[in-house]
């Protein structure tokens, strides 16, 4: 369900939101689908190549969510990736002389 999906995602360290899908025979709380933000990576500069690694996470934890090996895994390597595109780094630049 989407909510199961939900819970092994947040735990890998990726966040989604369970959504209703059409026809969807789950309550909306449970809900079939998930929905994908992506202002939360564009905001740190990420793009494609950077997207496919998500997508490509994304799957090896649907794959096995009930895996806390996988979702470990999956998490180190959000952290790492976060780590290099980090929010707001325009802030972290020198400031320019006025």
Do not use: C
């Not at 025979?25 to 997207?51: C, D, F, N, W």
Request: aromatic share 4%.
């Amino acid at each position: 369900t989407g909510k199961q999906a939900e819970s092994a995602l947040e735990r890998a360290g990726i966040t989604v939101n369970k959504n209703t899908i059409p026809f969807d025979t789950q309550p909306p709380m449970v809900a079939s689908g998930i929905r994908l933000g992506t202002p939360a990576v564009t905001t740190r500069g990420m793009r494609e190549p950077e997207m496919r690694k998500v997508a490509q996470w994304i799957a090896e934890v649907l794959d096995q969510p009930e895996s806390e090996e996988v979702q470990r895994s999956v998490r180190r390597r959000v952290l790492e990736l976060t780590e290099r595109f980090p929010l707001y780094s325009h802030r972290l630049r020198q400031p320019r002389e006025l």
